[in-house]
């Protein structure tokens, strides 16, 4: 079932287990996500158009170090011109998300991630948490059953299922025996 559009409610052996439909969501495109990109093994999805996005000044050192980065995430964007990127392609994972605003999000995960330290792994991990986050199923979505439970079996097959990469929560259980005690069963 369902609780507000966006807590999956569900049984296992322990008891009953809301799931943050989201934060879970989250999890399993970091997951996936993250092995592709440090595999190599990306896939990309080429825009219909090209979009010229404009760099300000403190965006273009950040590219022109981060390119490969980008590169290995699945975006195809080359310097275009003096200050703009040409944007030709995206990693298919998150074709449903503007392509412009994500770029420009990543762009500036990787600015805030440079600046506390230097090693790619972090920034790498910045960027594709914030990515995960954008192309995440959102909360207030109605999800059919099937949904619900290809969600649910692809959260089991996650290395940390308990919590969203931003740490949050994704999931709450109630096991057997609070729910007895509370109608006093006990």
Do not use: W
Not at 76 to 90: I, Y
Request: aromatic share 6%.
């Amino acid at each position: 079932a369902q609780v507000r559009d966006s807590y999956i409610v569900a049984e296992d052996h322990g008891g009953v287990v809301l799931i943050d439909q989201h934060a879970a969501h989250e999890r399993v495109l970091f997951e996936r996500f993250l092995a592709a990109a440090e595999d190599g093994r990306v896939e990309t999805q080429r825009l219909a158009f090209p979009i010229i996005v404009e760099l300000s000044a403190h965006d273009q050192p950040v590219f022109d170090e981060e390119r490969d980065e980008f590169r290995r995430l699945g975006f195809l964007a080359e310097p275009f011109g003096d200050g703009s990127v040409r944007l030709d392609g995206v990693p298919v994972v998150f074709a449903k998300v503007d392509p412009e605003s994500l770029f420009r999000e990543l762009l500036g995960e990787a600015r805030e991630a440079r600046s506390t330290t230097a090693a790619s792994v972090a920034v790498r991990h910045r960027m594709i948490t914030t990515a995960a986050c954008k192309a995440a199923i959102k909360i207030r979505r109605p999800m059919t059953v099937v949904e619900m439970q290809g969600l649910l079996d692809d959260l089991a097959e996650v290395a940390n299922p308990t919590t969203c990469p931003h740490g949050r929560p994704a999931q709450f259980r109630l096991t057997v025996e609070e729910i007895e005690r509370a109608f006093r069963r006990l």
